[in-house]
């Protein structure tokens, strides 16, 4: 397998409201998306584009801003832990979902759980953090649609 | 201020040499630089590429292993609360380092020092992660030779 693109930094945040607002006001970001809920993930979600380049605007990975969404959401033990928010995990694309979760299994890697659809429509999953390096990596299929994006 | 280009994810380790061979082979990376030591920040550094687009290679943001060097070494703390190592940064650039200096002041971040000379050779600076969404931010000024480079 090669390492794929960075498709996104998954930071945790009490608000995702509020964190817009920080985004757009102090970090100074051009395009943030409508934020919307992902159930299945119990996460509320809105992605801030980076640029690709120097001249500003989009195409470089994106900031996904995950608020809890629900009393048994994943994100509630890590802002106890980081009441302000922070860094949750990092996320590269891969051709094939499938590919890739036989790849990491081989490399005795823990994968948690079977692919499922994430945020961007595509499947996911991801590997546990102590095989990692400490991060919390997702996996992510890149969306057909995008294949040349950027290539 | 626009916000810059991702230039780099921090990822603080404690071996350097073993976060590289999990890079090469686990993560597939293609190209991954010559580790050295940046005395005045207390660290020892590696880049790994990731790459712009979909073709694999290079240009997209890097990743900064960071291995703490000597006993001042900034990153211990962080190691003493995740041994395994973990997300520790985000950088992003800026065209001029001063005004980004003032620009944050004046939003009410707390920039921690003076501007001084980061990885890449040019001048960056730490801005306090609790004025930062939980994300200890770097901001660095960009390389004047690849000013143009992904735009």
Known sequence: MKLGRLNHVGIATPSIADSVRFYREVMGAEVIREPFDLPAQGVKVC?????IGRAGGTGGPQIE???????GSPIHGFLAK????????????VP???AA???????????????????HGTPIFFV????MGGVLTEIMETPKMAAGHGS
């Open 47 to 51: 992605f801030v584009d980076t640029p």
């Open 65 to 71: 801003l995950i608020e809890p969404l629900g009393e």
């Open 82 to 93: 980081n009441p302000a928010g922070g860094q949750h995990h990092l996320c590269y694309e």
């Open 96 to 98: 094939d979902i499938h």
């Open 101 to 119: 979760k036989a790849w990491f299994e081989a490399k005795g890697a823990r994968v948690l759980g079977e692919p499922r659809i994430g945020a």
């Open 128 to 131: 546990h953090p102590r095989d």
